[in-house]
């Protein structure tokens, strides 16, 4: 005789007694709304530096990656907690902390550069750059060419980022840029981990694709007199 089947029932425990328990940000952004929708906001704000303190470095990191820019790094940190903060409300439970807030990050540093991008098409150069301020040094101090060639090949890349479309952009840069997992780009943006994983796979082929077309572009080409000055010293060795 054959058994009752039971195990669609115990596949179900069995996939509940596995979901991961929130994480500490997570737990303390979920009181932060409970605080806020009881109308307890100034409560809210003295917890709220707790996760301000745990993300901040973290979130420079990210910025700055983005913006190449210690200034407007900060700014644009500010801003994505200012944004926390005010629609804290609306945080869902189910979804980790740290996602939602590099989302809102991501979101602002790219507005934050199209901004500046469209300032610098209208803006005439008043200073020198050497005259802005610098960033925090790292503890090991490269070397001026190594630096150079650091900033190119970043500037390059996050140009090369711009381009690619929204959903990708976003995806590539919560997983490789904020270190997020597909499994939890998914649940930010609420689609299937397949979906990210797609996205992710275009996003990779794209920047390749546009990177080594840069590459390819930037390489001198020679005019026909430079290549007539070339040929030149052969053409008379063969006559001599």
Not at 127 to 151: H, K, L
């Amino acid at each position: 005789m054959r058994r009752p089947p039971q195990r669609a029932k115990q596949t179900n425990a069995t996939s509940q007694d596995a979901t991961p328990a929130p994480s500490r940000d997570s737990a303390l952004a979920a009181r932060l709304k409970a605080l806020v929708l009881a109308g307890e906001r100034d409560r809210a704000r003295e917890q709220f530096g707790d996760l301000v303190a745990h993300h901040q470095r973290r979130a420079v990191r990210i910025a700055y990656s983005y913006l190449r820019d210690a200034h407007d790094a900060d700014e644009a940190v500010q801003d994505a907690f200012v944004k926390v903060f005010t629609h804290i409300a609306s945080y869902r439970e189910e979804y980790p902390f740290e996602v939602w807030f590099t989302r809102i990050l991501v979101n602002g540093c790219l507005d934050l550069r199209k901004a500046r991008a469209r300032r610098m098409r209208w803006a005439l150069p008043m200073s020198s750059p050497t005259e802005s301020a610098p960033a925090d040094p790292p503890a090991v101090q490269p070397s001026p060419e190594d630096r150079v060639i650091s900033t190119e090949r970043a500037g390059h890349i996050a140009q090369a980022i711009e381009k690619l479309p929204d959903r990708q952009r976003v995806v590539f840069t919560m997983c490789h840029v904020a270190d997020h997992s597909t499994s939890e780009v998914s649940q930010a943006l609420g689609l299937s981990e397949a979906t990210v994983r797609v996205h992710l796979f275009r996003a990779v082929r794209k920047l390749r694709k546009l990177l080594a077309s840069e590459r390819v572009a930037k390489k001198p080409q020679l005019s026909e007199s430079d290549t007539q000055v070339l040929e030149a010293p052969a053409a008379t060795r063969s006559a001599g």
